[in-house]
């Protein structure tokens, strides 16, 4: 799968994007949201020191007790 991630400043409700040649006559879905500038970067809650030295101790073996049919994701 190829994605192109881009930053653009817009100056009106147009924009315009130019994409590779192997995308050409292709079915695209274009997903637009406003970019993490330096102004909001601090709406991101990071983990913790001691929350990071918790993750190695995850049991990801154990077997999911949940009733979700994850083969139909």
Avoid: C, H
């Amino acid at each position: 799968m190829i994605g192109i991630r881009t930053i653009l400043k817009t100056s009106s409700n147009n924009l315009q994007i130019q994409i590779p040649d192997s995308l050409k006559n292709m079915d695209l879905e274009v997903i637009i949201l406003p970019a993490n500038t330096e102004a909001n970067n601090n709406e991101y809650e990071f983990w913790s020191d001691e929350e990071l030295k918790q993750v190695g101790t995850l049991n990801l073996g154990k077997k999911l007790t949940d009733k979700e049919d994850y083969s139909k994701w």
